[in-house]
């Protein structure tokens, strides 16, 4: 599953640790989202799509591939 | 049901109170003090290093440290599996040897047969919680919404 988290971080010019912190999740958990290693749980991808001010379907993309 | 939940860095302190319980009991089943005073020693050092590593910002340290999120708790219970598979393994090992050597055996097979019951029980618990479908859900889990 492809995510666009890296890209809209980046957009934002935030770091990983200012977004793990915005999210309540480790920093550690951010790079593995960001890597494709952690599928992460439905309320943990809410929490990123509304963070990020977008559907969680744009977000997160289960038909392609990382 | 009745929760126990533990939070803090309790990984330490029961290290800490272990260690120290094993090395009184190995002191004083000896009647020697060397025994106690280097059993203690090893325990705090251990506790130090464990406080240490729970200090530190990798998964290590938030699992010790008890303030995983949601992928740390995942990796936290599939440690927990393995620890506990080799728990089951070494209490079988040591009751086998125990038993051929003719010397108290029955400590292990207590830890043998108490891990199993409790496997069985924790899969009828867990089973019931209102919170079992979709992703692992644990309220170890601290979060900060945005």
């Known amino acids: 599953m492809r995510n666009r988290v890296r890209e809209e971080r980046v957009r934002r010019e935030l770091s990983q640790a200012q977004l793990a912190g915005a999210l309540g999740v480790s920093r550690q958990t951010v790079i593995s989202i960001e890597s494709g290693r952690y599928l992460p749980s439905l309320p943990l991808a809410f929490r990123i799509a509304r963070f990020f001010g977008m559907s969680i379907d744009t977000m997160f993309d289960p038909d392609e591939e990382e | ?146």
């Open chain 2, 1 to 146: 049901m009745t929760r126990i939940r533990l939070s803090g860095p309790w990984t330490p302190v029961f290290a800490g109170v272990g260690g120290s319980a094993i090395s009184l009991a190995v002191g004083l089943g000896q009647g020697k003090w060397e025994p106690i005073v280097i059993g203690e020693v090893v325990t705090a050092m251990a506790v130090i290093a464990l406080c240490f590593v729970g200090a530190q910002d990798t998964d290590v340290g938030a699992v010790l440290a008890r303030r995983a999120d949601e992928r740390q708790v995942i990796i936290r219970m599939k440690a927990s599996r393995v620890a506990a598979v080799v728990g089951v393994l070494a209490s079988v090992v040591a009751c086998v040897i125990a038993a051929a050597r003719n010397s108290t055996y029955w400590p292990f097979e207590v830890i043998y047969i108490a891990m199993g019951v409790s496997y069985l029980v924790s899969i009828a618990i867990y089973g019931a919680a209102p919170k079992s479908a979709g992703a692992v859900v644990d309220d170890d889990a601290d979060h900060v919404d945005p």
